[in-house]
């Protein structure tokens, strides 16, 4: 593959590799909890909390692991972009839960809520590292190319 060709595929991988790991990952963590809380109706209010905050770490890991999986090397710029652009939206929600009075108390499930997003997405940064770590995680060396290879 020519040079610019290969310029342009990594130009598009960072453009829409990041958007479509958080439309999989929230898409999947919309329909997980959906379905499970139509379905999990108990009495026990930790065991509850409990399975919300494990969809809630499954989804923000997958996240940022797929946004790296998705983007060229450097895959660590990748993780950190998905993870600031999600601690912002966190931070959006969780300002929006404390100050909105029609909502209601700030329940032991919204707590868990954002303290599983947090652990979720640092998760995710550990398992991608470990996963990339000598698969692009840094800038590859590059070798310069010598007049005889033409």
Same mark, same amino acid.
């Given at each position: 593959?020519?040079?610019?060709?290969?310029?342009?595929?990594?130009?598009?991988?960072?453009?829409?590799?990041?958007?479509?790991?958080?439309?999989?990952?929230?898409?999947?963590?919309?329909?997980?909890?959906?379905?499970?809380?139509?379905?999990?109706?108990?009495?026990?209010?930790?065991?509850?909390?409990?399975?919300?905050?494990?969809?809630?770490?499954?989804?923000?890991?997958?996240?940022?692991?797929?946004?790296?999986?998705?983007?060229?090397?450097?895959?660590?710029? *990748?993780?950190?972009?998905?993870?600031?652009?999600?601690?912002?939206?966190?931070?959006? *929600?969780?300002?929006?839960?404390?100050?909105?009075?029609?909502?209601?108390?700030?329940?032991?499930?919204?707590?868990?809520?954002?303290?599983?997003?947090?652990?979720?997405?640092?998760?995710?940064?550990?398992?991608?590292?470990?996963?990339?770590?000598?698969?692009?995680?840094?800038?590859?060396?590059?070798?310069?190319?010598?007049?005889?290879?033409?």
């Amino acid at each position: 593959m020519p040079k610019p060709a290969r310029k342009t595929m990594n130009v598009l991988r960072w453009i829409f590799g990041i958007p479509l790991a958080v439309v999989i990952s929230l898409g999947l963590m919309t329909l997980v909890i959906y379905s499970v809380d139509e379905h999990l109706r108990v009495s026990n209010y930790d065991l509850y909390t409990f399975v919300h905050a494990a969809e809630i770490i499954f989804s923000f890991t997958l996240l940022v692991f797929l946004s790296c999986l998705f983007a060229p090397a450097p895959k660590k710029y *990748a993780a950190l972009f998905s993870i600031t652009i999600m601690v912002i939206l966190i931070g959006i *929600a969780f300002y929006v839960a404390l100050t909105n009075k029609s909502m209601g108390d700030f329940t032991m499930i919204s707590a868990a809520s954002f303290l599983s997003s947090f652990t979720g997405l640092f998760i995710g940064l550990f398992l991608s590292y470990f996963t990339f770590k000598n698969k692009g995680w840094n800038r590859e060396l590059t070798t310069p190319e010598m007049p005889e290879d033409y």
